[in-house]
């Protein structure tokens, strides 16, 4: 058997260069998990090993639990 590409996970989910696409899909799937006040920082200028950072706040704790819960459920 041969081995996935390098941009590709076990799970055969191909890993888009575009952070801009997974920095808006993140916004959704924290906006459907109840997430608020989301933000989006452009962090490409500062040379960081990623190139934007989500930020979100939960009703309480137990919603932005769930919301983060949500994100990392595959």
Known sequence: ????????????VTITRNGEAVARLIVELAQSKKAEDL???DMRS????????VI???ES???G???L?????P
């Open 1 to 12: 058997a041969s081995s996935p590409p390098s941009n590709t996970p076990a799970r055969g």
């Open 39 to 41: 933000v989006v920082l």
């Open 46 to 53: 500062a040379q960081l090993l990623t190139d934007y950072f």
């Open 56 to 58: 979100g706040t939960g």
């Open 61 to 63: 704790a137990r919603n």
């Open 65 to 67: 639990e769930g919301a």
């Open 69 to 73: 819960r949500g994100l990392e459920d």
